[in-house]
């Protein structure tokens, strides 16, 4: 257990419509990142926060957007959902700066069906 | 473009020999490197890392390897059980504040008994 928790487990819905994806960093992490990974590919990075602030974003389409709260929990809404969109998305977290820092911790994921 | 790339999909190991799993980068900008393994139904679970200024990490039966020059790392499993049988990420940072980390497709490894 990574100490990192995801709700829900899976989710299944239709084009068109709109889902929020949770995600619980480990206790005492700041940072908190979404990665997706569709069918054969290797995770990619969409978007991460730091202490409530947005600090680096990667692949992330407009139609999707994330925040963490003063809590630390972290949200990720995506909209208008294609079926392209299916997929495993992770949520990992990782210690405050440092020599760990790099070291994520990720959650058990949410899979995402749109049909 | 792929900036990490583990070129096989599969490797098929026979219970204890070793297994020996590849990543290439390419960008010279990556300064730390990382082996994730993941189980189905399971998010990543982190394994070994390396500095770029080191070039071998060794923790019990996983060393891996940086080759600076040649753009590659490599994972070593010695000796291989059953339970290693899982898919395995290389991933990449180039450091920094940010610490976002570019991943390879995954090499899935099967250790047979």
């Known amino acids: 257990d990574s100490g990192v928790t995801q709700t829900p487990k899976h989710l299944i819905t239709a084009t068109g419509q709109r889902v929020t994806l949770r995600c619980s960093p480990r206790?005492?992490?700041?940072?908190v990142y979404w990665y997706q990974q569709s069918l054969d590919q290797g995770l990619q990075f969409l978007i991460q926060?730091?202490?409530?602030?947005?600090?680096a974003k990667g692949n992330i389409l407009e139609r999707f957007s994330a925040q963490q709260f003063p809590d630390l929990h972290s949200e990720l809404n995506l909209s208008s959902l294609e079926l392209g969109d299916s997929a495993l998305y992770f949520c990992?977290?990782?210690?405050?700066?440092?020599?760990?820092?790099?070291?994520?911790?990720f959650g058990p994921g949410t899979r995402l069906t749109v049909l | 473009d792929q900036q990490v790339k583990q070129n096989s999909p599969s490797l098929s190991v026979q219970e204890g020999r070793i297994s020996i799993l590849n990543c290439d980068y390419t960008?010279?900008?990556?300064?730390?490197f990382l082996w994730y393994k993941k189980y189905p139904a399971e998010g990543p679970t982190f394994l070994i890392s390396i500095s770029s200024i080191k070039d071998k990490n060794e923790d019990g039966r996983f060393t891996v390897f940086l080759n600076k020059s040649a753009k590659h790392l490599s994972l070593h499993i010695v000796p291989s059980q059953p339970g290693d049988s899982a898919v395995y990420f290389c991933a990449a940072s180039d450091g920094g504040s940010q610490g976002n980390l570019i991943f390879g497709k995954g090499t899935k490894l099967s250790v047979k008994p």
């Open positions: 960008n010279s900008m990556f300064d730390y």
């Open positions: 990992a977290s990782s210690a405050p700066q440092g020599v760990w820092d790099n070291e994520q911790f």
């Open positions: 926060y730091y202490n409530g602030e947005e600090r």
């Open positions: 206790s005492g992490d700041l940072s």
